[in-house]
């Protein structure tokens, strides 16, 4: 079957840095997304990677291995409106996005 | 500012009931999604369409319907609300940048969702 692995939920300090972690195994890989989603709101796109490296953009940066069918989102200097969900989705072979159930950020002062 | 657009934020339904969730477009979109999202879960694809009238199956497509006839309007149908249907509903569209069934290579916009109680 196929599988997409984070966290349910990490804590960390305003004006630290966090890494959230995401595993998948998929029948093929065409990309991978992060969303952010606040409370009670819609998903908003963060970053796609579909070669192995780095993409850094402001104060996140996203990271994908596709031998170790491993990627990670980096946020620096962490704000208290950086708390909310954070969401891995891989697309597969068939173009189809498959989700990973999101990690819950819980920045505290 | 692009916009996708759903017609309710609560719904609280009773069982049995015919219920309607609409989301509308404005980006000229192909491709729109239907998910739902549970505790605990991933988002999961209902339904998705590639085009007017064309509609595709997702993974838990069972207990539901959509409706495409225009090309930004598309709308989730529960023919008979059952309270294992209760969830946030989200829906999303995307620009056809290849031709595949409920893809995109490049960011999805999301409605804000709704969040249906079925009692």
């Known amino acids: 079957g196929q599988n997409i692995d984070q966290p349910t939920e990490m804590t960390a300090t305003e004006g630290a840095i966090v890494q959230i972690n995401c595993t998948y195994q998929t029948s093929g890989f065409n990309g991978l997304f992060w969303y952010q989603q606040h409370a009670g709101e819609a998903p908003t796109f963060l970053s796609y990677n579909v070669l192995d490296g780095l993409e850094e953009k402001g104060r996140f940066s996203s990271f994908l291995s596709r031998s170790k069918g491993y990627s990670y989102l980096l946020l620096k200097e962490l704000q208290m409106k950086d708390s909310a969900s954070y969401l891995c989705a891989v697309k597969d072979s068939n173009y189809q996005l498959i989700w990973g159930a999101g990690t819950k950020l819980i920045i505290k002062p | 500012d692009v916009k996708v657009t759903q017609s309710s934020r609560y719904l609280v339904k009773r069982t049995g009931e015919k219920v309607f969730l609409e989301c509308v477009q404005d980006m000229d979109h192909e491709n729109m999604f239907w998910y739902r999202q549970d505790p605990g879960l991933g988002l999961r694809l209902i339904y998705f369409?590639?085009?007017?009238?064309?509609?595709e199956k997702g993974d838990i497509p069972e207990g539901y319907s959509v409706s495409r006839e225009k090309k930004e309007r598309f709308s989730l149908i529960l023919e008979s609300a059952s309270t294992n249907q209760t969830s946030m509903y989200l829906c999303?569209?995307?620009?056809?940048?290849?031709?595949?069934?409920?893809?995109?290579?490049?960011?999805?916009?999301f409605g804000q969702g709704t969040r249906l109680t079925v009692v």
């Open positions: 369409s590639y085009d007017v009238k064309m509609k």
């Open positions: 999303a569209s995307s620009p056809a940048q290849e031709w595949s069934q409920g893809a995109f290579n490049t960011e999805a916009f």
